[in-house]
């Protein structure tokens, strides 16, 4: 039998950097999934290996089972129903299974992705063979949040065995989980992110999960469920940013500027909120879809000056915004900023000849667009096969 | 004899539109100049005509004294000592006698500054025969104050010859005026500029009377002694604005999101007290004069960032701040935004040759690029020929 399960990336659609100093961030569930596909084999097909494919970089590692039973000589002690980290002597264990494997260097940030697909997928399945195929829509280490939706999906699939999970294995289609079991996968993805990302903040794991969107202060997550349909360019600028470096260089603006910043922050905290606001709000006679778009286009706009201010934009940010409002869209950058995505609202007036004449400019300037819908589904599972 | 002013124009180093709502604004003098020369006939030269000539336009006008006379029955009634606005009556007088020389209409705001010159002439000097002439090195209605230039070097030129200001008339070279008499040009001026923009802040002719720079908040005005060189590279993007319609458009944006526009504001009112701060620091071992440049470009950047967020900035802004973020320089739109200038920090150790591809490639925009010293002398005067 096949065990599929979809995550979602996310977006931040205001608040970034900001919510560093206290500010309110939203971000967004978009529908650009990670997948992760699960086949166990049969006693005929006599394998007793754990393979991990990586379909999008033609990838393949495997590893005997009995080679990870060697390396994990306390299997078993490992409770499916409370997540927990990574102990130091696990993670020598993982590096070593990893190390075999001989990962192509150029792929940054692989051998952690898939020393966190060994920790999850042992901890929660134990040592059993299968072979796990991973395929994505969202481009790697792009602030998309390719990684948690990775860990998600293989949480969800691996949880969808076990006894902590009820669902129905007959059922054509994608279905969902529980609220409890959601909780449940959300904290399985986050230790997984622990691995890929050192200290997340947990924003990422969390929309994947439970997508719709998220509204984030000092720690405090409150899920917002939209009440309008959102589109929107997502424009890869295909320029590394160095995250760390970014945070840190606001941090530093800001001792140096503290009353100035303050304020700056005061009034993303502000927009924030606004946002929020408008996608929760009912669409009335009182507020038509246009005109909530052209108010979150506004939004949009000033919190790319605000983030102008905080010094974390980029050549290649600016071209995106000059092409886009050229055709008059709002763009703002989203994320570390630096390079990295920027978002383009797609007004549901817009003619598909716009969009297609402005991803056609982006394209031609190198960028890579994708166009998606926001704050919708989270993750999902599906079952096919006999069981 | 030959009476000659000059009086520089302005920038906006910080806080445009916030200073609308309340946030504290930096202008500066810049040494660019108008200037106005006085020339009287003698009895011999049997000229009775007043003439204004403005060179950089090759335009002359002309009007018998004779006609003057006609047009203000009541002359003589003028109080060169306190200044008055224009009488609704003589507006109409003015209004016809700038009417009979047919300027021409693409001119923009010519007409008013031809009222404006009858005006203060003939406030100050009463009705007799002379020839003005203008030459400036600031572009005309760029925000740069030409107009307030114009006001204050004529007003001055002709407050020379009054008994309200007490001058060495054998003196070489450029004389400056004692404060009262300053004060009393600057209110001249003033009036001038009501005449040519209704409305005015008074901050242009204040700037451009006094020199140095000014802070301003809320119509409370302080003048500020600058402890450093400052150069300034200003692009002119020759793309025209309306500045009320971007004031009003400010306003809108503030009254549909309050809160994140105040605290905008605030932000604004920070910076510019900080460049306040720091242009009025002394050059210590503490701060060298490039740890203050970086400070000052840093501001720049950040109130760039918020003008941004205000909406003001323009595609043409966006192209000198591309060009000169090539070369690492930091800019910031000066004034209304939507066009108009741009300045851009030119510390003092930048060598020449990039001073030079900067320049190069803004032209090559077709943008008019003007270097200007910061915050340096306000009006002078000096006088040749025998008296």
Redesign the interface.
């Known amino acids: 039998m096949e065990v599929r399960a979809r995550a979602p990336g996310k977006i931040i659609l205001a608040g970034e950097h900001a919510v560093v100093h206290g500010s309110t961030a939203m971000a967004a569930a978009i529908d650009l999934y990670t997948y992760v596909s699960l086949r166990f084999p049969t006693p005929a097909d006599n394998d007793d290996t754990l393979k991990l494919n990586l379909k999008d970089m033609d990838l393949e590692f495997s590893w005997p089972v009995g080679r990870i039973k060697e390396a994990f000589p306390e299997l078993g002690s490992f409770n499916v129903s409370s997540p927990a980290s990574c102990s130091l002597e696990v993670t020598k264990a993982i590096a070593a299974l990893v190390e075999e494997q001989n990962i192509p260097e150029v792929k940054i940030g692989l051998a952690s992705g898939v020393s966190a697909f060994l920790w999850l997928y042992i901890s929660i399945h134990g040592c059993k063979p299968a072979k796990a195929t991973v395929t994505s829509e969202l481009p790697l280490g792009s602030g998309l949040g390719s990684s948690a939706a990775l860990c998600v999906a293989l949480s969800a699939a691996l949880l969808s065995l076990s006894d902590s999970v009820k669902l129905d294995f007959d059922h054509q289609g994608w279905q969902i989980f529980g609220d409890s079991e959601l909780d449940l996968v959300n904290k399985w993805a986050f230790e997984g992110e622990k691995i890929i990302h050192g200290k997340p903040s947990g924003i990422d794991n969390t929309v994947s999960t439970y997508g719709n969107m998220i509204k984030f202060r000092s720690g405090e997550l409150t899920l917002i469920k939209t009440n309008m349909p959102l589109k929107m360019l997502i424009t890869n600028t295909k320029v590394g940013r160095n995250t760390k470096a970014l945070v840190a260089s606001v941090s530093e603006?800001t001792l140096?500027?503290p009353?100035?910043?303050a304020?700056?922050f005061?009034?993303v905290d502000?927009?924030s909120n606004?946002m929020a606001t408008i996608i929760q709000s009912p669409v009335s006679d009182d507020l038509s879809i246009t005109e909530k778009e052209e108010?979150l286009e506004?939004?949009m706009?000033?919190?790319?000056?605000?983030?102008?201010?905080?010094?974390v934009s980029h050549?290649s940010i600016?071209t995106v915004?000059?092409t886009t409002?050229?055709f008059k869209l709002s763009s703002k950058l989203t994320g570390a900023g630096g390079g990295g995505c920027v978002l383009t609202l797609l007004p549901t007036l817009l003619s598909g000849t716009v969009v297609d004449k402005v991803i056609a400019d982006l394209e031609s300037c190198g960028f890579q667009c994708l166009i998606a819908g926001i704050g919708g589904k989270g993750m999902e599972i599906s079952f096919s096969g006999s069981s």
């Open positions: 603006r140096r500027h009353t100035a910043m304020a700056v005061n009034a502000s927009i606004e108010k506004e939004l706009e000033m919190n790319q000056g605000l983030l102008q201010c905080m010094g050549a600016e915004l000059r409002l050229k």
